[in-house]
């Protein structure tokens, strides 16, 4: 049996008076991406941290409240702490509660695969049981996953992005980890926003149409 220190995650109803917010924050899921360090083995991700970790807030409830476009936290290592409107890591913990005691649900491009297991394997963060919280209590959406149980084959962001809404993404994932070293990390962090806020298009196209163009073929989804 599931034992944990957040084992029904509750809605603050206080500060969300309307029930119609209730439901968008819950049917609308959080888009979050890393970028990391460099990755030698994707088999063995042991060792590999988050440079940047982009949270990114569509929901009709956020865009009330905040702006026309949504919301983003950025959470970066000490080195970047010096940018604009980004907040440190060990900040990211008590997010992760905040959103999982509301019921939001987390979702990207291959989360649960690389996101979450870098993620959780970082002591320093401490978030471990916040993300398990999250996969057990079915808050969170992989559309990588989601793709490959359906169809046996993997899709990737590019494409989708591509043939769903028309997106580029700003750099090869691969250069991130350099660009970082060499000290651009304003680029990097524009790069992992623009990730999360194409995932949550692509996710929307799905859901409001029932497939998703991966350049050619459509697949039929239903998130």
């Known amino acids: 049996m599931y034992d944990s ?3 029904y995650p509750q809605l603050d109803v206080e500060s969300h008076n309307h029930i119609q917010d209730l439901v968008d924050l819950r049917s609308t899921p959080l888009s979050i991406d890393i970028e990391t360090t460099r990755v030698e083995d994707f088999k063995n ?13 569509c929901s009709e409830h956020q865009r009330k409240i905040d702006s026309a476009s ?5 959470f970066v290592k000490d080195e970047a702490t010096h940018l604009p409107d980004v907040l440190p890591m060990s900040d990211f913990r008590s997010h992760l509660v905040k959103w999982l005691r509301m ?4 979702g990207g491009q291959n989360i649960l695969g690389f996101d979450f297991p870098v993620l959780m394997d970082d002591e320093s963060l401490n978030v471990k049981d916040v993300l398990q919280a999250f996969i057990d209590c079915r ?14 084959f993997r899709v990737s962001l590019k494409y989708m992005a591509a043939g769903c809404v028309g997106g580029e993404k700003l750099m090869d ?6 660009e970082w070293e060499n000290g651009n990390y304003q680029e990097v962090v524009d790069y992992c926003i623009m990730d999360t806020i194409l995932w949550s298009d692509i996710h929307t196209f799905g ?6 163009d991966i ?3 459509k697949l039929a989804v239903d998130w």
Not at 45 to 57: E, F, M, R, S
Not at 103 to 106: C, F, K
Not at 207 to 212: R, T
Request: charge should be positive; avoid cysteine.
């Open 45 to 57: 991700l042991k060792g590999v941290t988050a440079n940047v970790i982009v949270v990114w807030d």
């Open 5 to 7: 220190q957040f084992p």
């Open 207 to 212: 859901a409001e149409n029932g497939y998703v």
């Open 173 to 178: 994932g691969a250069n991130a980890p350099i």
């Open 215 to 217: 350049g050619g073929p």
């Open 103 to 106: 019921g939001r649900v987390l």
């Open 139 to 152: 808050q969170t959406v992989d559309t990588s996953k989601y793709i490959y149980d359906r169809y046996g």
């Open 70 to 74: 949504g919301k983003k936290w950025v």
